[in-house]
């Protein structure tokens, strides 16, 4: 595997992977990777070569009272796993690589960017939109692949592409779990042995959603009353925002005959975490998706 710091050479890389007729796969990620991300890189895989995967922890998706300083960053330990992984080549770009002096340009994605994350996050998305798209440009993948966790993210990524007609396909891949149910993030090294124990109340509300589904509920107000009881169960779990959208406009859902996402994101001690499940029509029966 080869590291790669500079956009110039990874363009050139680009540029001969393209000219060979390859198919070239990209995980776009800011490090601390887990079993998430694996298992991004191992779908990558699957469908491209080479496979390039970016670390890059962009300072324009944090706000002034993030955690940009303190977020985990283990360079020499995500680039063994990578390299065992069987990827090509990292791209690990300094700031000042991504972001020259002068740098004034920026994308946002309008109307899917202000809600939800975008509330509780003004700027977030416009640091996310910004630093793909320099990254596409700079990666030149046909394919690129994101986690279904950061539902909102990938709504807007897909959007953006659409729009500005890139070049590329933005593959969505399935939430990877704990074996008790808490969503894998980097942000969970964060978390006390306690906090690690109340988190799992996030996972639970969603079952408890998914269980008032197969017992018949279709009221979006009823399942979010279930996720609500859930959470408040659990004294150190503070519900930021929980909303039942439209899987395309992201809009609260007035009932359930499209594509719709749960959505919620909490304070668990001073962890900020977010999960959701895909409530999938299928025919006359709707399947929940963890």
């Not at 994101?265 to 895909?278: C, K």
């Not at 299928?282 to 998706?289: A, C, F, P, S």
Request: aromatic share 6%; proline share 6%.
């Amino acid at each position: 595997m080869e590291t790669v710091h500079t956009a110039s050479w990874m363009k050139q890389i680009a540029r001969d992977a393209r000219a060979q007729g390859r198919i070239l796969g990209f995980v776009p990620t800011m490090g601390a990777l887990h079993e998430g991300h694996f298992s991004l890189v191992t779908e990558a895989r699957k469908q491209c070569a080479p496979v390039v995967v970016s670390i890059f922890v962009n300072p324009k998706q944090f706000g002034p009272s993030e955690d940009l300083q303190k977020y985990p960053r283990r360079m020499d330990k995500d680039r063994d796993a990578l390299e065992a992984l069987g990827v090509d080549y990292l791209f690990a770009p300094s700031p000042e690589e991504i972001y020259p002096a002068g740098f004034r340009s920026y994308v946002n994605v309008e109307g899917l960017s202000e809600r939800l994350e975008g509330r509780s996050r003004p700027g977030h998305f416009r640091g996310v939109a910004t630093v793909v798209l320099k990254l596409f440009e700079i990666v030149q993948p046909s394919f690129a692949y994101f986690g279904r966790k950061d539902a909102q993210q990938l709504r807007i990524l897909r959007q953006m592409a659409t729009d500005l007609d890139l070049d590329v396909q933005i593959v969505s891949c399935p939430i990877v779990r704990e074996p008790d149910g808490l969503a894998l993030s980097s942000r969970n090294a964060y978390l006390s042995p306690a906090d690690r124990r109340a988190a799992l109340a996030l996972s639970r509300s969603l079952d408890a959603v998914r269980k008032a589904v197969a017992s018949g509920e279709r009221n979006p107000a009823n399942l979010l009353a279930a996720l609500h009881r859930v959470i408040e169960a659990e004294p150190s779990v503070k519900l930021d925002y929980a909303e039942i959208v439209d899987a395309d406009s992201f809009e609260p859902a007035a009932g359930l005959h499209r594509a719709c996402y749960v959505l919620l994101a909490a304070r668990v001690g001073s962890t900020r975490l977010i999960d959701n499940a895909l409530l999938e029509p299928n025919g006359d029966q709707l399947r929940v998706i963890l």
